[in-house]
């Protein structure tokens, strides 16, 4: 028997652990399930650095942008543990931390067909001013995945 893959993305907020409480929920006990948690990160640019001041001041603003990558690397794996601490065994739980190539949408669809996951475990952020300006993550996913489950939890 084939495994069912879900997908979580996961953007570290409180949100993000009521979606990893619905899968413990939903799977742990489902041996038959493979759960990756998914973030997509905006890469840190690279810039020639010369001697001065303002160059200074890029720099230590470029080293905090790559401390906070780290840091949330360091999550998602913390994440990945919660899930085995809560009833998956490690072999079913992975996780993907890679740089952003499009959009977070466009980069969610894209892993759920090229990877062929059968499920997407959304979360339902309510920041209305923020959506205004860029749009729902999890509307984009749905309207672009007909053939995937995808669920949002609220």
């Known amino acids: 028997m084939d495994k069912q893959k879900v997908l979580v993305p996961y953007n570290f907020t409180n949100y993000d652990e009521k979606a990893l409480d619905f899968v413990t929920r939903r799977f742990a006990d489902d041996k038959g399930v493979e759960v990756t948690l998914f973030n997509a990160y905006t890469p840190v640019p690279k810039i020639e650095m010369r001697n001065s001041v303002i160059m200074e001041k890029i720099s230590s603003n470029l080293a905090y942008l790559q401390q906070k990558i780290h840091e949330h690397e360091t999550w998602i794996k913390q994440a990945r543990e919660k899930l085995i601490q809560n009833g998956f065994s490690s072999n079913r739980v ?51 995945l007909k053939q995937v489950d995808v669920y949002v939890v609220t």
């Open 94 to 144: 992975h996780h993907i931390f890679r740089a952003l190539n499009k959009d977070v949408a466009q980069d969610i669809v894209d892993l759920v067909l090229d990877s062929g996951f059968d499920m997407v475990i959304l979360n339902r952020n309510p920041g209305k001013i923020t959506r205004f300006f860029t749009g729902s993550v999890s509307n984009k996913v749905m309207k672009s």
